[in-house]
């Protein structure tokens, strides 16, 4: 069985025909709620770490406030979009836009990992700090930029759909 087989058997279920049929704007409402949710939240511990925003709280502070909503918003959009991509599975392999989408998340977190792995192990060091090392700064715009770039190819795939 090739992937793209793989795909069509999983649209043929009846999780997929119900996403597809009656469920899909409501769980594609639940995807964008997670996605804020997440993303949102994110986005702001990332401009900490760049330096431009919240500059007189540390980062251990801002990162602990934003943690659950951050993993409750990853979990809602991982569920959700699990439940998306089998009303479409087909089609979403097919696209380079998922494709992309998927490259990207993959690419994200990556790069959390390379951040909570190497750099995050000396927070304490630089936590207070308005401006964090070069090494966090990089890691946070990295972050911005790949999840925007998330954001710009489902996006697009889901006008392309």
């Known amino acids: 069985m090739t992937i793209f087989d793989w795909c069509k058997a999983l649209e043929d ?9 009656s469920a899909f704007p409501y769980v ?5 709620l997670g996605l804020a ?12 770490l760049v330096g ?15 943690k659950g909503w951050m993993i409750g918003g990853f979990c809602l ?11 479409h599975a087909s089609k979403a392999y ?15 977190g990556l790069n959390t990992a390379v951040y909570h792995l190497t750099i995050d ?12 090392p070069w090494a966090a700064r990089a890691a946070g715009l990295l972050s911005l930029v790949l999840w925007f770039s998330v954001i710009a ?9």
């Open 37 to 48: 949710l997440s993303v949102g939240t994110v986005v702001w511990f990332d401009l900490r």
């Open 13 to 21: 279920t009846r999780v997929g025909e119900i996403v597809r049929e």
């Open 28 to 32: 594609e409402g639940v995807h964008v």
């Open 94 to 108: 097919a696209s380079g836009y998922f494709r992309a989408k998927m490259a990207l998340i993959v690419l994200a």
């Open 153 to 161: 190819a489902g996006r697009i795939f889901a006008y392309n759909l």
């Open 121 to 132: 192990r000396r927070r304490a060091e630089w936590s207070n700090a308005p401006i964090p």
């Open 77 to 87: 959009m991982f569920l959700s979009g699990a439940l998306l991509f089998t009303a």
């Open 52 to 66: 431009a925003a919240m500059r007189s709280r540390s980062v251990s502070g801002v990162f602990r406030d934003l």
